[in-house]
């Protein structure tokens, strides 16, 4: 049987981008994911904003052109709350060759990544596959999604908060405006959260995210409603793409770690409570936990687990999930009408754009690591 330093569970951009930092300080790292293709299962928009390209080295042909403005409207689509800002606050990626770039990189660190295995459970360090041999690792990361099946074989925490999100993309001419960020308050189509328009300059995103429970159309039908009048929409010069998947809100999970492994990504609940952005906490989550898996590793000692503590970063989130649960309380179109106009000038427009343009999104969870091919154990 076959045995590894690290098993990493899932080649999104949080798994590889582990895997590459375990590579890189001498670890003998495996990745699997189920799908025989990471261009295929994509559940996220892509976006970037300012903070991530700031603090991470994101290739930038892959990136759309900067975003500045963000119209946010009322249910009623009229006299849209407009927000600018002088510097570039996002920009649109093409996941399916950031994924590749993610592939690309880990390998070169040394981590072998596997496509088309499928992960079926892990008990004392052996970790079984469907149709092909399991392997013994001395420890796992779980970077396998909002409903981690890592997460319940190591006994940690499991999301119990979810959105539900969908999405079309499709290509559009190049060149046909400014880019914009657009955002509808909408209960009726997104009831807990919004429906987007934003591009990548080559392709149009067009979604809606809210709570499940909350959506008794179904997702994709209020998905298609949404997408047929959505302000700031192109029409397509191309076939439709359609994305989608739950979205963890309930902040990062308590116990995420344990002697066997730990969670990265979708699967630690490493998303923002208030934006449900999850690109930037899963790069910076998975700096700390390449960081504590090493020493982990390296020393033996379990007390070096407690540095990544779940419940010490939640508490840096009570303002954001108090939010959240204001949000989830915009039911009627009416008090979103009121919400969008309470954002239009004074108080409420400094935090529409704290939020939207702010840094503090998800919250730094440690010093930056230094880069581990010049740093010394």
Same mark, same amino acid.
């Given at each position: ?248 809100? %309930?902040?990062? #999970? /308590? ?6 492994? @730990? *969670?990265?990504?979708?699967? $630690? &609940?490493?998303?923002? +409570? ?35 503590? %779940?419940?010490? #970063? /939640? ?6 999930? @108090? *939010?959240?649960?204001?949000? $989830? &309380?915009?039911?009627? +179109? ?44």
């Amino acid at each position: 049987m076959q045995t590894v330093d690290v098993l990493v569970v899932g080649a999104g951009l949080a798994g590889l981008h582990t895997a590459r930092l375990l590579a890189q300080r001498e670890l003998d790292v495996l990745v699997v994911d189920r799908r025989r293709s990471l261009a295929t299962g994509i559940r996220t928009t892509g976006i970037f904003v300012r903070r991530t390209l700031d603090d991470f080295d994101l290739p930038d042909h892959l990136l759309g052109p900067g975003v500045r403005d963000v119209l946010l409207y009322p249910p009623s689509r009229r006299a849209p709350v407009r927000l600018h800002s002088d510097r570039d606050e996002y920009r649109v990626a093409d996941m399916a060759a950031v994924y590749a770039h993610a592939h690309r990189a880990a390998e070169s660190a040394g981590a072998r990544v596997r496509l088309g295995v499928r992960y079926l459970g892990a008990s004392a360090g052996v970790v079984r596959f469907a149709g092909a041999e399991p392997v013994r690792a001395r420890f796992v990361v779980g970077a396998d999604g909002a409903r981690s099946r890592v997460a319940r074989d190591l006994g940690l925490d499991v999301n119990r908060r979810f959105l539900v999100g969908a999405e079309l993309v499709h290509p559009i001419a190049p060149g046909h405006a400014a880019p914009a960020f657009h955002c509808v308050l909408d209960p009726r189509v997104a009831p807990g959260y919004l429906g987007w328009v934003i591009d990548d300059g080559r392709h149009a995103h067009v979604g809606v995210a809210g709570y499940p429970e909350a959506m008794r159309r179904g997702v994709r039908h209020l998905l298609d409603t949404f997408a047929a009048d959505a302000p700031g929409r192109t029409p397509p010069t191309g076939p439709v793409e359609r994305r989608g998947g739950p979205i963890p809100v %309930g902040g990062v #999970l /308590r116990r995420l770690a344990c002697p066997a492994g @730990l *969670l990265v990504g979708d699967a $630690a &609940g490493a998303v923002s +409570p208030l934006t449900a952005g999850g690109l930037d906490p899963c790069l910076r989550m998975s700096e700390l936990a390449a960081a504590v898996a090493t020493d982990y590793l390296r020393t033996g000692d379990e007390r070096v687990l407690r540095r990544y503590d %779940g419940d010490a #970063l /939640r508490s840096r989130f009570r303002g954001r999930l @108090l *939010l959240r649960r204001m949000f $989830a &309380g915009i039911r009627y +179109p009416v008090a979103a009408e009121a919400a969008v106009a309470a954002l239009r000038h004074g108080a409420g427009r400094v935090l529409a754009a704290r939020v939207l343009f702010g840094d503090g999104s998800f919250p730094d969870v440690g010093p930056r690591l230094a880069d581990p091919a010049t740093s010394h154990p």
